[in-house]
């Protein structure tokens, strides 16, 4: 039986990693989460990848890069849909695929671990159960999940309370105190590109820098299912979360600007993004600014963009 599990540190692990490693642990595996992202990372899946992915797939193909002779298994989850309210909500067309394209992209992998999260078919539960049943790892998954998905409360919480789901991968939160220029910035992003230094360039650190706070907001479930019962809801349940973030950020009147982050050739973040934009300049007349990124960004373009957006916060606010 496989004893390594290598799990990457992109993507869904920026939502599901404290369930992920509870369940794998609880059953007796060995966790290896894959190094932070580094330039590295992101050439080796800028060459691995199809041209036309976006930065953050390409940047999951680097991870499995990494990790995959390292390990004796490697967790691929194929999250599909999810039921909210009365319907179902699906994960991008991308984000779908992920197996079949790592599949596809390396010659050899180590053993596939591949719950298929598809609530039209199964609970998470049996999906994982599922999953493992091949490995000889049966024994237990149940309590282990119930574990896992303890921690994944206790996780998302924690992660709403810090504004940052970094604690997972054992960093800390930036002291949100610092600084305090009177000036508040609202990002909204995926999280596994806004924290992710290694894509965003550190695009929150940018924010600071340049004298503002950046102000994020992590929705509750029953924020995200209010955005669900909308007649105008996306079908993507990772944009309900931005949308419902957005929502928050720009109604309670506390931010001085906004700013988007997406990644060049996000299909979805550019429907959202665009349907935030809308609101945020035409109903809520707080300035906003959108950053594609992709792996040609420079940083020191970014940074330039960042500070002249702030400075004409700081201008109008005068
Ligand atoms: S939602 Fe956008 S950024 Fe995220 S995986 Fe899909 S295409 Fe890529």
């Known amino acids: 039986m496989p004893r390594r599990i290598g799990i990457?540190?992109?993507?869904?692990?920026?939502?599901?990693?404290?369930?992920?490693?509870?369940?794998?642990?609880?059953?007796?595996?060995?966790?290896?989460?894959?190094?932070?992202?580094?330039?590295?990372?992101?050439?080796?899946?800028?060459?691995?990848?199809p041209s036309e992915l976006c930065l953050p797939v390409k940047a999951f193909l680097g991870h499995v890069a990494e990790i995959k002779d390292r390990v004796d298994a490697l967790l691929l989850p194929r999250v599909v849909c999810t039921r909210i309210a009365r319907d179902w909500f699906f994960g991008c067309p991308?984000?779908?695929?992920?197996?079949?394209?790592?599949?596809?992209?390396?010659?050899?992998?180590?053993?596939?671990?591949?719950?298929?999260l598809d609530g039209q078919l199964k609970t998470d539960e049996e999906s994982y159960r599922n999953a493992v049943k091949n490995m000889g790892s049966t024994a237990g998954a149940?309590?282990?999940?119930?574990?896992?998905?303890?921690?994944?409360?206790?996780?998302?919480?924690?992660?709403?309370?810090?504004?940052?789901?970094?604690?997972?991968f054992g960093y800390t939160a930036a002291d949100p105190t610092l600084p305090d220029a009177g000036l508040r910035v609202g990002v909204v992003g995926h999280p596994y590109l806004l924290f992710d230094s290694g894509l965003s360039l550190g695009?929150?650190?940018?924010?600071?820098?340049?004298?503002?706070?950046?102000?994020?907001?992590?929705?509750?479930a029953a924020e995200v299912e209010r955005e669900a019962r909308l007649?105008?809801?996306?079908?993507?349940?990772?944009?309900?979360?931005?949308?419902?973030?957005?929502?928050r950020l720009l109604e309670t009147g506390k931010i001085d600007g906004l700013l988007l982050v997406a990644s060049f050739a996000c299909g979805t973040g550019a429907v959202t993004n665009e349907l935030i934009h809308r609101s945020a300049v035409h109903t809520?007349?707080?300035?906003?600014?959108?950053?594609?990124?992709d792996e040609h960004t420079g940083e020191a373009g970014l940074h330039t963009r960042i500070e002249s957006f702030v400075d004409l916060l700081r201008l109008r606010k005068r």
């Open 142 to 168: 149940r309590r282990a999940y119930k574990r896992a998905s303890a921690a994944a409360g206790r996780s998302a919480l924690r992660t709403r309370r810090e504004g940052s789901p970094l604690h997972m």
């Open 284 to 293: 809520h007349h707080i300035p906003t600014i959108q950053v594609l990124l």
């Open 8 to 49: 990457c540190r992109a993507l869904h692990a920026y939502h599901h990693y404290a369930l992920w490693h509870t369940f794998f642990a609880e059953l007796g595996w060995d966790v290896v989460l894959s190094s932070p992202t580094g330039r590295n990372t992101v050439e080796q899946g800028v060459r691995l990848a």
């Open 203 to 220: 695009v929150l650190d940018k924010v600071r820098q340049s004298g503002a706070r950046p102000v994020l907001f992590f929705p509750t």
């Open 94 to 116: 991308k984000a779908i695929a992920l197996p079949d394209l790592t599949r596809a992209v390396f010659d050899a992998l180590p053993v596939i671990v591949e719950p298929i």
């Open 231 to 247: 007649e105008t809801a996306l079908n993507w349940y990772y944009e309900l979360e931005l949308l419902a973030a957005a929502r």
